[in-house]
């Protein structure tokens, strides 16, 4: 099995298929952010790794299917004790290979992927069936595990938001072929080793490394897939439930967001400025970021003063070192992504208030706010993925709403008012998954968590995530009274 050291964590570099390590002929490479250096070569999986690692999770879905939910749970436990124990090796992998921060990831990231496991390894333990007595029938709405899933991941969060898909389809009692992002695809690695020591059945957990237009594209195309849940952009969401489609399978799309942020007259100003100027946090990469900040007209000055206050503040480093805030953005195509829409934004009319240039000799992006010239605006209307802001005013609620729902997204939104009344009626109103007033990305793991337009299909979380991952029966049985 081929490893690589990688800040002195020894990372495995192939797929795990069955219980194995299998190897690739072709690699492909993955670099850090912090100066480019490369980390690792890494299995390229290929249409036949993608047959391989199907035909294992077939197997392995039979026996990890057939576990007891006690036996799957303890399973789960147990990855979720094994993830803990490694928290500083993941921590750092991470951090290395995506250039999240170092702290954050040891202190919350790591912990919140343990987490993940537990949640779903309680929920299927208290899990009741839903029993009631109609139509002269008892009746019992049952879960069965639906076969093998299939799970796609983007490059960003890659560890959190890895685990976070990967727990409910276990905890249902699918075997999972899970595909990371070919830009950071090492804490994959990690997590993948930390399954064999974990109890699953051979099959039931396997990792196929690649590139997602050749062995993702194959994944999902196998019609034995019983499941496929994707968490990545609009883009190739079209192409996965294309291939679902075709074979009538079950998907769920967790996609990009174009946040609005409405600060009323009535909010805190200054809680509202320094947590706008934290949606730079993770160098902008996160999906649930405020991105479009809507602001009272007539506090827009005091607000724009305040937030500059806050962003002057924020240090741009190494995400290693404890005093950075912003680390760089993950890849190189990426920081020329996020400048083009800079340019075309300048280019257009729109007016850069600050930041708007990549910073030399790093992937750093100067925190960047634009006032676009109108709501129309590229950098309005699209998502950026990286430290880059727009500032609107509204003259009243109904306009604030009607800037809200502006976008084809639907992911979060964040509402910062001191009226409850107001909260609730404008969180009635707004079209979005998720929407958080006073405060931001704070939430129960039971939730549903989701977007509305494009931003996705389906909701995970709690039990709205093992019902995705099972075939729900109902079990009538006619009552004895009538016979
Ligand atoms: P992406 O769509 O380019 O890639 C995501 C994954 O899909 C990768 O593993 C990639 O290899 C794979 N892939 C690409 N083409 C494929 C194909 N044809 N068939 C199968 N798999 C394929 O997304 P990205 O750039 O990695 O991630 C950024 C996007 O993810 C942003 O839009 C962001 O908002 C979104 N995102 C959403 C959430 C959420 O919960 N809603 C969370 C994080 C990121």
């Given at each position: 099995?081929?490893r690589?050291?990688?800040?002195?964590v020894?990372?495995?570099?192939?797929?795990?298929?069955?219980?194995?390590?299998?190897?690739?002929p072709r690699?492909?490479?993955?670099?850090?952010?912090?100066?480019?250096?490369?980390l690792a070569?890494?299995?390229?999986?290929?249409?036949?790794?993608a047959?391989?690692a199907?035909?294992?999770?077939?197997?392995?879905?039979?026996?990890w299917?057939?576990?007891s939910?006690e036996?799957r749970?303890?399973?789960?436990?147990?990855?979720?004790?094994?993830?803990?124990?490694?928290?500083?090796?993941?921590?750092l992998?991470e951090?290395?290979?995506?250039?999240f921060?170092y702290?954050?990831?040891?202190?919350?990231?790591?912990?919140?992927?343990?987490?993940?496991?537990r949640?779903?390894?309680?929920l299927?333990?208290?899990?009741e069936?839903?029993?009631?007595?109609?139509?002269?029938?008892?009746?019992?709405?049952?879960?069965m595990?639906?076969?093998p899933?299939?799970?796609?991941?983007?490059?960003?969060?890659p560890?959190?938001?890895?685990?976070?898909?990967?727990?409910?389809?276990?905890?249902?009692?699918?075997?999972?072929?899970h595909?990371?992002a070919?830009?950071?695809?090492?804490?994959?690695?990690?997590l993948?080793e930390?399954t064999l020591?974990?109890?699953?059945?051979?099959?039931?957990?396997?990792?196929?490394?690649?590139?997602?237009?050749e062995?993702?594209?194959?994944?999902?195309a196998?019609p034995?897939?019983?499941?496929?849940?994707?968490?990545?952009?609009?883009?190739?969401?079209?192409?996965?439930g294309?291939a679902?489609?075709?074979?009538i399978?079950?998907f769920?799309?967790?996609?990009?967001?174009?946040g609005?942020?409405?600060?009323?007259?009535?909010?805190?100003?200054?809680a509202?400025?320094?947590?706008a100027?934290?949606?730079?946090?993770?160098?902008?990469?996160?999906?649930?970021?405020?991105?479009?900040?809507l602001?009272?007209?007539?506090?827009r000055?005091e607000?724009?003063?305040?937030f500059?206050h806050?962003?002057?503040?924020l240090?741009l480093g190494?995400?290693?070192?404890l005093?950075?805030?912003?680390?760089?953005?993950?890849?190189?195509?990426?920081?020329?992504?996020?400048h083009?829409?800079?340019?075309?934004?300048?280019?257009a009319?729109?007016?850069i208030?600050r930041?708007?240039?990549?910073?030399?000799?790093?992937?750093h992006?100067?925190?960047?706010l634009i006032?676009p010239?109108?709501?129309?605006?590229?950098?309005?209307?699209?998502?950026?993925?990286?430290?880059?802001l727009?500032?609107?005013t509204?003259a009243?609620?109904d306009?604030?709403?009607?800037?809200a729902?502006?976008?084809d997204y639907?992911?979060?939104?964040?509402?910062w008012t001191?009226?409850q009344?107001?909260a609730e009626r404008?969180g009635?109103?707004?079209?979005?998954?998720?929407v958080?007033?006073n405060?931001?990305?704070?939430r129960d793991?039971?939730?549903?968590?989701?977007?509305?337009?494009?931003?996705?299909?389906?909701?995970?979380g709690?039990?709205?995530a093992?019902?995705?991952?099972s075939?729900?029966?109902?079990?009538?049985?006619?009552?004895?009274?009538?016979?």
């Amino acid at each position: 099995m081929a490893r690589q050291d990688v800040g002195g964590v020894s990372v495995p570099t192939d797929h795990l298929i069955g219980g194995e390590w299998v190897s690739s002929p072709r690699r492909f490479e993955t670099r850090s952010p912090m100066g480019w250096e490369h980390l690792a070569d890494i299995a390229r999986g290929d249409e036949a790794t993608a047959a391989a690692a199907v035909d294992a999770a077939v197997v392995g879905f039979q026996a990890w299917g057939a576990f007891s939910v006690e036996h799957r749970a303890d399973v789960l436990h147990r990855l979720a004790d094994l993830i803990e124990a490694y928290n500083d090796e993941i921590a750092l992998v991470e951090t290395l290979d995506m250039g999240f921060l170092y702290e954050s990831m040891k202190q919350r990231l790591v912990a919140r992927g343990a987490l993940n496991f537990r949640t779903y390894a309680d929920l299927i333990t208290e899990h009741e069936n839903h029993t009631w007595d109609a139509k002269s029938m008892r009746n019992q709405v049952q879960r069965m595990p639906a076969g093998p899933a299939v799970v796609i991941t983007p490059w960003n969060a890659p560890f959190m938001l890895s685990t976070w898909k990967l727990a409910p389809a276990l905890a249902a009692g699918n075997s999972v072929i899970h595909k990371p992002a070919e830009w950071s695809p090492l804490s994959a690695a990690l997590l993948a080793e930390l399954t064999l020591e974990a109890g699953f059945p051979p099959g039931a957990y396997n990792l196929v490394q690649g590139i997602g237009e050749e062995v993702g594209a194959a994944l999902v195309a196998d019609p034995r897939v019983r499941r496929i849940t994707f968490t990545g952009s609009p883009e190739t969401a079209r192409h996965i439930g294309r291939a679902a489609a075709a074979n009538i399978v079950p998907f769920t799309a967790e996609l990009g967001g174009k946040g609005p942020f409405l600060v009323f007259a009535d909010a805190d100003l200054d809680a509202a400025a320094h947590r706008a100027a934290w949606q730079f946090d993770d160098s902008g990469q996160v999906c649930l970021a405020g991105t479009r900040l809507l602001v009272y007209a007539e506090v827009r000055d005091e607000f724009l003063e305040r937030f500059h206050h806050h962003a002057d503040a924020l240090v741009l480093g190494d995400p290693r070192d404890l005093t950075t805030d912003i680390a760089p953005l993950a890849h190189p195509d990426h920081r020329d992504r996020v400048h083009g829409f800079v340019e075309r934004a300048r280019a257009a009319g729109d007016v850069i208030v600050r930041g708007g240039q990549p910073v030399k000799n790093s992937l750093h992006y100067e925190p960047t706010l634009i006032q676009p010239a109108s709501n129309d605006s590229e950098v309005v209307q699209r998502e950026i993925f990286g430290p880059v802001l727009t500032l609107q005013t509204f003259a009243d609620e109904d306009e604030a709403i009607a800037l809200a729902n502006s976008t084809d997204y639907g992911l979060s939104a964040q509402i910062w008012t001191s009226s409850q009344i107001r909260a609730e009626r404008v969180g009635a109103a707004v079209r979005a998954g998720l929407v958080w007033v006073n405060t931001f990305l704070v939430r129960d793991l039971t939730a549903p968590f989701g977007g509305c337009g494009i931003s996705g299909i389906g909701r995970e979380g709690g039990d709205y995530a093992l019902d995705f991952h099972s075939d729900l029966k109902t079990l009538m049985i006619l009552d004895d009274s009538t016979k």
